[in-house]
């Protein structure tokens, strides 16, 4: 779908993925003026197909939309495209179990100029990929590594918006993390450079001994997650305590090494829920409970999964249903 300043939202299309052209000069090759979007259509256990919460998505992109001076998407418009889309792939659905299709919608600056200033022209497009299950069987730990000198958002700054420009700072701090031997790389603060931010591409949860959960709250230079999201009501509707604090790394290596902290895990749309098992921190390594899946991260990846795969009731409406 195109948009320009005199027309709004026009032309929309379903095509054939294929390689579009684009004049070198468009603004969002110099100043990235783009933001995207992921979520999942799911095959249901009774054959239908549904998307996990694609007004959260909606209203998530058209705050990016403000927050990089680009105009809104009307969420309607948001939502059937995703429709359509899913609706026109739906042979293309993984055969195999555990699998989804993936949506990338993105929106970029498509007009030719060479100043700063945000453009008059934008083009919006959705991408359907399938994927096959993140897990198979039993989730993996992973180890991360925790970015000391590269910082992925300052206060004030694009980190709560899920734009391109936010990835490209965290580029290098994923590649190092890879060097360090680790799966991930998780941020800490930009200002103190102390309280715990989320992964590369994912939230955090930290779960203690009373059965207590605690992640970092919405501060605004973190992306608020939709799983993230989910999880906390997940947990509430369970009568766990989950808490939106600030945590802080030197905290996390107290608590793994005394034992108040039994178990971390990472969540996002992709994987949904992983185990964190390990931590390379300024300190050292530090391993959290077994090393393994602790039983709650467990307990929130298969209460969350249900809901998704229409297995269990979906008491929030979650799962938009395409028939
Ligand atoms: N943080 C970052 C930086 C991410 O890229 C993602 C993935 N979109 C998340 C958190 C998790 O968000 P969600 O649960 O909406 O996928």
């Known amino acids: 779908i195109r948009y320009s300043e005199d027309k709004g939202w026009h032309d929309a299309a379903i095509t054939a993925r294929a390689p579009i052209t684009v004049d070198p000069s468009i603004a969002v090759l110099h100043y990235a003026q783009e933001i995207f979007e992921g979520l999942k259509a799911y095959r249901l256990d009774d054959g239908g197909t549904a998307l996990f919460r694609p007004d959260a998505n909606a209203r998530r992109f058209n705050n990016s939309a403000r927050r990089l001076a680009m105009p809104e998407l009307p969420e309607e418009l948001f939502l059937e495209s995703c429709r359509q889309l ?48 993140y897990w198979k069987g039993e989730a993996r730990a992973v180890s991360i590594w925790v970015s000391q000198d590269y910082t992925r958002a300052a ?5 709560e918006a899920k734009c391109g420009g936010n990835y490209a700072a965290s580029l290098a701090a994923q590649q190092e993390a890879i ?23 994912m ?30 009501r997940i947990a509430r509707d369970q009568g ?31 994987a949904v829920v992983t185990p964190i098992g390990e931590v390379v921190g300024p300190d050292g390594r530090f391993t959290i409970g077994g090393g393994g899946t602790g039983q709650l991260t467990q307990r929130m990846l298969d209460a969350l999964s249900a809901i998704q795969r229409g297995r269990a009731p979906d008491p929030h409406g979650w799962l938009q249903r395409l028939g």
């Open 179 to 201: 060097r360090q031997g680790c799966d991930q790389v998780v941020f800490l603060d930009a200002v103190e450079r102390r309280w715990v931010e989320e992964l590369g591409g």
């Open 155 to 159: 206060p004030g700054g694009t980190g």
């Open 203 to 232: 939230n955090v949860f930290f779960v203690f001994d009373d059965g207590s959960m605690v992640t970092p709250p919405l501060t605004g230079t973190i992306l608020p997650g939709i799983t993230r999201d989910s999880i906390l």
């Open 240 to 270: 766990i305590e989950v808490r939106e604090e600030l945590y802080g790394i030197d905290q996390w290596r107290a608590d793994a090494g005394s034992g108040r902290l039994t178990e971390a895990f990472a969540c996002g749309t992709a």
């Open 86 to 133: 899913v609706t026109t792939e739906r042979d293309w659905f993984p055969q195999v179990d555990g699998g989804a299709l993936y949506l990338r919608p993105f929106m970029f600056a498509s007009e030719a100029f060479l100043g700063v200033k945000p453009s008059s022209e934008y083009l919006y497009m959705v991408i359907a990929s399938s994927v096959g299950s």
